[in-house]
């Protein structure tokens, strides 16, 4: 066993501390990394409170890593000791469904195992803990490797924030001649726009907040409307092709799916804590569909990096100590980041 470094919630609502634990033995088919560095996502936040389902504690968090390869295993043959790689939010599948056939192992018709607060059960049936830490052994197939060309803490949430927004928008073919609102300006939203922009789209920024909109303009987007202003929102009506919701907070989706166009679709990727209800006339007015999308495979995620190094797209972060950790987390609450907080491992 490895003996590790890390930060963890010794149990629900606590805050976080320092805890030692141990890892696996790096097998023949994995790679352990040494963790350089690892954003910070809300849906850390909502894990480590139990707000979306009971979770397995100490819970040590964090799927956005990325660092420097220390050992593999001895059938491992993609990678080599000093490699830049990272990994996201899964570290397995079972490889046998149609979506794992399909290069989609985020839908795993047998359960994905989170890097986090998951029990993997293709394994040992041990808890998954994540990358508030100092090192992390991963199976081959789950690991990515990194560009070098990137500053490697805008790396960091590339990882979820990057590719929870760039799957929706290569699935749904969004591109020149399509006008995409963006709806909330935050870890996820400002992803969107970077890949909206990059794809070709009139890109619109849908914000409750005034003081976003420069913060808007500098990431690329086109246009953006206060929600708040009854008139904007009003002027914004049947105006468009898709709308990538990236709001965690509860908030009326029926109201935003007056703004797509006929044939329009609202793709959901934020995660608020709360159900919401969708009247139907919000759909059938309009031929309008509601949809949902999570983060993407693995090859897709390498596709995304690869991307970001063509195009030089990297997330805007703040880097922060390992123990600021729970004044982030406050902050995150407060929608006080442009954009992700990073933690610099190096401060464990």
């Not at 986090?116 to 040992?124: I, M, S």
């Not at 006929?262 to 309008?288: D, Q």
Request: net charge negative; with cysteine.
């Amino acid at each position: 066993m490895l003996a590790t470094k890390g930060y963890a919630a010794l149990s629900a609502g606590e805050k976080l501390t320092p805890w030692d634990f141990e890892r696996r033995d790096v097998g023949e088919h994995d790679v352990q990394f040494d963790i350089q560095y690892c954003g910070v996502c809300h849906s850390d936040l909502h894990q480590v409170r139990n707000d979306w389902f009971e979770g397995i504690f100490p819970m040590v968090p964090g799927h956005e890593i990325v660092g420097r390869v220390a050992r593999v295993g001895s059938k491992v043959t993609k990678y080599k000791v000093g490699d830049l790689v990272g990994t996201g939010c899964m570290v397995d599948s079972c490889g046998k469904c149609e979506s794992c056939k399909h290069d989609e192992e985020q839908y795993c018709e047998n359960g994905n195992i989170q890097t986090y607060n998951g029990k993997n059960h293709y394994t040992d049936n041990m808890p998954t803990y994540g990358g508030y830490s100092n090192t992390i052994v991963v199976k081959e197939e789950f690991v990515l490797r990194v560009p070098e060309n990137l500053s490697l803490p805008g790396v960091a949430p590339l990882l979820c924030a990057g590719i929870t927004t760039y799957s929706p928008l290569k699935h749904w073919k969004v591109g020149k001649g399509h006008k995409l609102a963006v709806l909330g300006l935050g870890g996820l939203g400002h992803m969107a726009v970077k890949f909206g922009v990059a794809f070709g789209a009139e890109v619109t920024v849908l914000s409750t907040s005034e003081n976003k909109r420069e913060d808007a303009k500098k990431l690329g987007a086109h246009n953006f409307i206060v929600t708040k202003d009854q008139e904007q929102f009003k002027s914004a009506v049947n105006s468009f092709d898709f709308i990538i919701d990236t709001v965690s907070a509860p908030h009326d989706i029926p109201a935003y799916m007056s703004l797509l166009k006929t044939n329009g679709t609202h793709i959901c990727v934020g995660v608020p804590s709360e159900p919401s209800k969708i009247p139907a006339f919000a759909l059938i007015g309009g031929r309008k569909s509601l949809a949902g999308s999570m983060i993407g495979g693995i090859a897709e995620t390498q596709e995304m990096l690869d991307f970001c190094a063509e195009h030089n797209i990297t997330s805007d972060v703040e880097v922060i100590d390992m123990a600021y950790i729970e004044e982030a987390y406050e902050r995150m609450e407060k929608n006080d980041v442009k954009y992700r907080f990073v933690i610099d491992m190096a401060t464990l």
